[in-house]
């Protein structure tokens, strides 16, 4: 267990001595551990909202997108109706009326182990740049 972690029974032992009206500097020295005294702080604030010192639990926050809405992203990528999630985003637009970011349908595709990628551009070789990348190609042959 690291240094600075308490256990059950170094927090259990923690909130008895500030309850016996030690301080919290003194509390740490008694401890005999390498812990800020501001843990020991938020301890006994998380003791006195709860009244023990477990962890709190920690609630689902609210997802943007409900199960139905995940369904209809993971359908609309693997028919190939849309290929990048800007596309999946304009789509929940004017078909569900939901807005949400790009980012949270990245996340939604990750959790599934689907990707959308990002068309990349290709470049224009016009005529009078086609000279140079082949003098380029060339000199990137030779100094291989």
Avoid at 17 to 31: G, N, Q, R
Avoid at 95 to 101: A, K, M, V, Y
Wanted: with cysteine; charged share 30%; aromatic share 10%.
């Amino acid at each position: 267990m690291p240094k600075n972690k308490l256990t059950f029974e170094k927090k259990i032992q923690a909130i008895t001595l500030i309850e016996e009206k030690y301080s919290l500097w003194e509390v740490t020295a008694k401890l005999e551990r390498n812990i800020n005294y501001t843990t020991i702080l938020q301890l006994y604030k998380k003791y006195k909202q709860t009244g023990s010192v477990d962890n709190k639990l920690l609630l689902d926050h609210l997802q943007k997108l409900a199960e139905c809405d995940k369904q209809f992203t993971i359908r609309k990528i693997l028919r190939r109706e849309c290929n990048i999630t800007i596309d999946v985003q304009k789509s929940l637009k004017t078909n569900i009326n939901i807005d949400i970011s790009a980012n949270t349908i990245h996340r939604t595709l990750k959790k599934y182990r689907l990707v959308s990628k990002v068309k990349r551009k290709k470049t224009l070789l016009f005529k009078k740049y086609c000279k140079t990348w082949l003098d380029f190609v060339m000199v990137q042959i030779i100094y291989k």
